[in-house]
Nanobody, 123 residues
Framework: VQLQASGGGLVQPGGSLRLSCAAS????????MGWFRQAPGKEREWVSC????????DYADSVKGRFTISRDNAKNTVYLQMNSLKPEDTAVYYC?????????????????WGQGTLVTVSS
């Protein structure tokens, strides 16, 4: 069972990135999925989530209107489209899977975690 996050990199303020989270060893269809991030010297924080089933989504206020979470069950992958990036979005981004299939904003409900991908927003 593995989650592989990718797509991070260096981007200028106002730019965009799309993060991917690919699952292996299990089927994402039945899992709620979340994205979290941890900036240097700060605690990990929840960013967004998407449920299984109806695909309902939720976002942290800090990213609402700029980030979009989606899932492609055929590719066993979840995405985080990040637009209008700001320097304060700089962090290591982690994806996580919740067997309960819900869209949750607490890291303790997630069962599997990816290794993280670094996003740096800087001019």
């Amino acid at each position: 069972v593995q989650l592989q996050a990718s797509g991070g990199g260096l981007v200028q303020p106002g730019g965009s990135l799309r993060l991917s989270c690919a699952a292996s060893g299990f089927t994402l269809d039945y899992y709620g999925m979340g994205w979290f991030r941890q900036a240097p010297g700060k605690e990990r924080e929840w960013v967004s989530c998407i449920s299984s089933g109806d695909g309902s989504t939720d976002y942290a206020d800090s990213v609402k209107g700029r980030f979009t979470i989606s899932r492609d069950n055929a590719k066993n992958t979840v995405y985080l489209q990040m637009n209008s990036l700001k320097p304060e979005d700089t962090a290591v981004y982690y994806c996580a899977a919740d067997y309960s299939a819900r869209c949750g904003n607490l890291d303790l409900v997630y069962d599997y975690w990816g290794q993280g991908t670094l996003v740096t927003v800087s001019s």
